[in-house]
């Protein structure tokens, strides 16, 4: 069946039942798989891969380990989708399984000083590499000033306090509405505006000197 | 306005969420305080930063280490495998096919077959009157709303209730003509 699932994307984009998966609403695509549309889990994968590696990658700061764990949020999807319940909103199930595996790794990195020390390094590298991928229209300096605030605008988010990043990038990365942020943090409202207020300003402090 | 309000509603001002009343006094604050004023450009600019930061992707091999995995899936440790590779394979729809149809045709042939039928027993009717309509005036809600002191329920509820008594003003009115 997970044979199925995945090869059945090697199908033509345009064919007809790709084109109406994704003319569906994510409540009607997780029908048709429950009811046997393979192809309806490469839909869900191809809607929620990006967005949950950006929510992930910008909660722990390891691009690497981002894409691992948004393949451990699929599979936990495959196992339990039949457990899902369909009167809720499936992008809110889906962001609650990435934050919670999002918060075990930053748990598990604090509890083992090695993988905290590898992943420093891993950035390191990561800044070693040439520019390979950006832009080559623009001038050098521009794709200098580009990359320096980029990686400025990571590093003024990876600052915040875990509690704080996550509420924070879900709203204004990932554009979650408040309510949606208590449900995927398992928190109240109240907690969920008094934290975004508060990683706003602090983000807000860190990088101002930056854009002056 | 002052600043430490002003402070305290920016969440909802940068989101747009606040009433046209609020909204306007935090512009007018903004542009009377310097300080609240590079408070606020500091907050936005920092924001739209970061709502222009490069979206990531995942790297090309994604879908296929996700293949790997899930073939890694046990059928005990995965039951939305198991039950739709056991609905989905065409050996078992066959079967399943097969063993309807074979259902069919021996159930019209025992529907053929003389059968000795015992007479059918309907249960009996019990009839009963229809359950008269409550009075508008005296619901629950209404006594409950003017214990509370709440002039508006009573009013709207009796609104919602109109037609009813359109009806029964004009039966009254037929019966006082003869």
Not at chain 2, 120 to 130: C, F, K, N, R, Y
Not at chain 2, 143 to 161: I, K, Q, R, T
């Amino acid at each position: 069946m997970a044979d199925i699932a995945l090869k059945k994307s090697a199908n033509p984009a345009g064919s007809p039942v790709r084109e109406q998966l994704r003319a569906l609403d994510d409540a009607a695509v997780v029908t048709a798989f429950l009811e046997g549309e393979e192809r309806a889990f490469q839909e869900l994968v191809d809607r929620y891969q990006t967005r949950l590696l950006n929510f992930i990658y910008r909660t722990i700061g390891d691009r690497e380990k981002g894409e691992d764990l948004v393949q451990e949020v699929f599979i936990r999807v495959y196992r339990h989708l039949h457990r899902f319940d369909r009167s809720k909103k499936f992008s809110t199930w889906i962001y609650t399984i990435a934050s919670n595996l999002a918060k075990n790794e930053l748990r598990n990195r604090s509890r083992n000083p090695l993988v905290l020390f590898q992943t420093i390094r891993k950035n390191w590298a990561d800044d070693d590499r040439p520019l390979q991928f950006e832009d080559s229209s623009m001038r050098p300096d521009d794709l200098f000033r580009k990359r320096h605030l980029r990686e400025l605008v990571e590093s003024s988010v990876a600052q915040l306090p875990e509690h704080h990043r996550e509420v924070f990038v879900l709203r204004e990365i990932e554009g979650k509405s408040y309510e949606e942020i208590a449900e995927i943090t398992d928190t109240n409202l109240g907690t969920v505006k008094s934290r975004l207020n508060r990683a706003r300003s602090s983000f807000a402090e860190i990088i101002a000197p930056a854009l002056d | 306005m002052d600043c430490r309000t002003f402070r305290e509603h920016h969440g909802a001002f940068l989101d747009d969420t606040l009433p046209g009343v609020d909204d306007a006094a935090m512009e007018r604050h903004r542009a009377e305080c310097a300080e609240c004023a590079a408070f606020d450009v500091r907050m936005r600019r920092g924001l739209l930063v970061l709502h222009n930061l490069p979206r990531v992707h995942c790297s090309a091999g994604f879908n296929e280490r996700l293949l790997a995995r899930l073939q890694d899936l046990s059928p005990d440790r995965a039951p939305v495998h198991t039950v739709l590779g056991g609905s989905r394979t065409p050996g078992m729809f066959s079967f399943l096919a097969v063993a309807a149809a074979v259902l069919a045709v021996t159930a019209g042939a025992y529907s053929l077959l003389p059968v000795e039928r015992a007479p059918v027993m309907l249960p009996p009717v019990i009839a009963s009157q229809p359950a008269p309509l409550p009075d508008p005036f005296s619901s629950p809600a209404i006594v409950a709303s003017a214990f509370a002191g709440a002039p508006v329920w009573p009013a709207m509820l009796l609104a919602d209730e109109m037609p009813m008594h359109v009806a029964e003003v004009g039966f009254q009115l037929t019966g006082y003509v003869r």
